[in-house]
């Protein structure tokens, strides 16, 4: 008896899983990289949007007038709450602040306060360095490349610039999604792919198993008829009906215990 | 060999494998008169196809025997 380790159906299930294992283990690299990019990018054009629209709704002009300790004041209040309001229409955004450039860096202004129950900063508090995306938001609409860090935790950022009516830049507005909310998105296609990776390979795995199990039964007949032969009994029935190589082998095979039987009849002894 | 005893033998040999000669040789010498295998004629077919039905159904399946004699058959036809 063949030992399972030189079996060809353990040659056969290992050879299969590992060349599929090898397809399958690269197409999963690639493909997780690639949807975790695009998840990425369809984020940040989603917040990008959110920015882009909250800041051309506000009133630069208003927005330019607050200074530290305004914060119960009508002016910085209705400013919150237009913030607020623009927050709660996706609830996946964490918090909607405004911030504007002082001599030497930034400083928050607004903060909507939606979804942390209270006002994290007030007008004038410093901004902790800065990210280069949210300096060069004067310019053009921005977002972060990875994950920041505030005052209310770390986010997914992006910023566009606040106009007053003269068409100047006087601050940008910043839009902060949660940065689990993000990583809950790019896991969830990681997730998914590797669950269908893993379906495919126990699928393949079983299939082949079964097919080489399959293919060794009938080989096994023809061994142990071939091995009963051999030891002087030719009463044996080869029931193998297959239409490939091994089927021919067997009809082979059967026509040679047929020749067999014949000549070892004591009828057709000369 | 005559051109029938060809043919019977290659289709015998089929089911039979080379032992097939043996016995059809048998056959016809128990059961055609002594007829010896290669001198066989078409008119023979009949007789040995129902020899052969039931000698090879001793070795092989017995659908198996009645496909080959009925080949044997056809071939006097």
């Given at each position: 008896m063949t030992s399972i380790t030189n079996s060809i159906m353990t040659k056969l299930t290992v050879g299969f899983l590992i060349l599929v294992l090898l397809i399958t283990g690269l197409t999963f690299l690639f493909t997780v990289g690639a949807s975790t990019e695009k998840i990425q990018e369809s984020t940040q054009q989603e917040l990008l949007a959110i920015a882009s629209i909250t800041a051309s709704d506000l009133n630069g002009d208003e927005i330019a007038k607050l200074r530290p300790g305004m914060e119960k004041e009508i002016l910085y209040l209705v400013n919150v709450e237009q913030l607020a309001t623009m927050a709660q229409a996706d609830n996946e955004i964490v918090k909607i602040f405004t911030a504007k450039k002082t001599g030497t860096g930034m400083e928050y202004v607004i903060d909507s306060g939606y979804n942390i129950g209270e006002r994290d900063v007030k007008i004038g508090t410093e901004i902790q360095n800065p990210s280069r995306?949210?300096?060069?938001?004067?310019?053009?609409?921005?977002?972060?490349?990875?994950?920041?860090?505030?005052?209310?935790?770390?986010?997914?950022?992006?910023?566009?610039?606040?106009?007053?009516?003269?068409?100047?830049?006087?601050?940008?507005?910043?839009?902060?999604?949660?940065?689990?909310?993000?990583?809950?998105?790019?896991?969830?296609?990681?997730?998914?792919?590797?669950?269908?990776?893993?379906?495919?390979?126990?699928?393949?795995?079983?299939?082949?198993?079964?097919?080489?199990?399959?293919?060794?039964?009938?080989?096994?007949?023809?061994?142990?008829?071939?091995?009963?032969?051999?030891?002087?009994?030719?009463?044996?029935?080869?029931?193998?009906?297959?239409?490939?190589?091994?089927?021919?082998?067997?009809?082979?095979?059967?026509?040679?215990?047929?020749?067999?039987?014949?000549?070892?009849?004591?009828?057709?002894?000369? | 060999?005559?051109?029938?005893?060809?043919?019977?033998?290659?289709?015998?040999?089929?089911?039979?494998?080379?032992?097939?000669?043996?016995?059809?040789?048998?056959?016809?010498?128990?059961?055609?008169?002594?007829?010896?295998?290669?001198?066989?004629?078409?008119?023979h077919c009949e007789e040995l196809a129902k020899w052969v039905a039931l000698a090879s159904a001793m070795f092989i399946e017995q659908d198996m025997a009645l496909e080959l004699a009925e080949k044997i058959r056809g071939l006097a036809r």
């Amino acid at each position: 008896m063949t030992s399972i380790t030189n079996s060809i159906m353990t040659k056969l299930t290992v050879g299969f899983l590992i060349l599929v294992l090898l397809i399958t283990g690269l197409t999963f690299l690639f493909t997780v990289g690639a949807s975790t990019e695009k998840i990425q990018e369809s984020t940040q054009q989603e917040l990008l949007a959110i920015a882009s629209i909250t800041a051309s709704d506000l009133n630069g002009d208003e927005i330019a007038k607050l200074r530290p300790g305004m914060e119960k004041e009508i002016l910085y209040l209705v400013n919150v709450e237009q913030l607020a309001t623009m927050a709660q229409a996706d609830n996946e955004i964490v918090k909607i602040f405004t911030a504007k450039k002082t001599g030497t860096g930034m400083e928050y202004v607004i903060d909507s306060g939606y979804n942390i129950g209270e006002r994290d900063v007030k007008i004038g508090t410093e901004i902790q360095n800065p990210s280069r995306a949210m300096v060069m938001a004067y310019d053009s609409s921005q977002v972060e490349d990875s994950f920041v860090t505030r005052p209310w935790g770390t986010v997914f950022s992006a910023y566009a610039p606040i106009k007053n009516a003269t068409g100047e830049v006087i601050g940008i507005v910043g839009v902060d999604m949660d940065a689990a909310v993000v990583q809950d998105r790019m896991d969830f296609v990681g997730q998914t792919i590797y669950l269908v990776f893993i379906i495919g390979i126990t699928c393949t795995a079983i299939i082949i198993a079964v097919f080489s199990r399959i293919m060794i039964r009938d080989i096994h007949i023809l061994i142990n008829s071939a091995d009963r032969i051999s030891h002087g009994d030719t009463n044996v029935v080869i029931s193998i009906d297959r239409k490939d190589e091994i089927g021919e082998l067997a009809v082979s095979f059967k026509r040679m215990i047929t020749s067999l039987k014949i000549l070892m009849h004591k009828d057709y002894q000369p | 060999m005559s051109i029938i005893s060809d043919k019977i033998l290659e289709i015998s040999m089929e089911y039979l494998g080379p032992a097939a000669i043996t016995l059809l040789e048998r056959q016809t010498k128990f059961h055609l008169n002594g007829l010896v295998f290669t001198d066989l004629q078409s008119s023979h077919c009949e007789e040995l196809a129902k020899w052969v039905a039931l000698a090879s159904a001793m070795f092989i399946e017995q659908d198996m025997a009645l496909e080959l004699a009925e080949k044997i058959r056809g071939l006097a036809r």
